[in-house]
């Protein structure tokens, strides 16, 4: 399957792992742009939020809907994070709407979090598949 794994870049290090996982499952998988710098930590700290200025410069929104468009699913990665439990930020939340939209495939790898858009997230009708990704087909 092709899929689009989407996250804050906080969680980078679990997208390369799952990202290996999936490929030598045999699946075909994207993640955001230069996700491995954050993942060892080549960019600094101060700028390891994409900033309103790349997002502009770089069309990433666009870009990654683009992406999105050309796979058969994706993969949301939600953990913990600011003190809420399997969180879904700005970014995640946009590209999954993004993927509802295109009729793709929605794979949440935790629960879906208690957070002000827990019933639009509910909604997109995804497959909570707690960790296993044997469970993404």
């Known amino acids: 399957m092709k899929i689009a794994i989407c996250s804050s870049i906080a969680f980078a290090k679990d997208v390369i792992d799952i990202?290996?996982?999936l490929e030598k499952m045999g699946h075909k998988v994207?993640?955001?742009?230069?996700?491995?710098?954050?993942a060892e930590r080549t960019l600094a700290f101060e700028t390891r939020r994409?900033?309103?200025e790349n997002k502009i410069k770089?069309?990433?929104?666009?870009?990654?809907?683009?992406l999105i468009n050309n796979q058969e699913a994706i993969l949301a990665i939600n953990k913990d994070k600011h003190g809420i439990k399997n969180y879904i930020g700005?970014?995640?939340?946009?590209?999954m709407g993004f993927a509802h939209?295109?009729?793709?495939?929605?794979?949440?790898?935790n629960n879906v979090p208690d957070m002000l858009y827990s019933d639009e997230?509910?909604?997109?009708g995804v497959s909570v598949i707690n960790n296993d990704l044997t469970k993404i087909n």
């Open 19 to 21: 990202k290996k996982k």
């Open 30 to 38: 994207i993640a955001p742009h230069n996700i491995h710098l954050y």
């Open 50 to 52: 994409e900033s309103t």
């Open 58 to 66: 770089d069309d990433l929104i666009r870009d990654y809907f683009n």
């Open 90 to 95: 700005g970014n995640t939340f946009l590209e």
């Open 101 to 109: 939209v295109l009729n793709k495939k929605i794979f949440l790898l």
């Open 121 to 124: 997230i509910l909604a997109f």
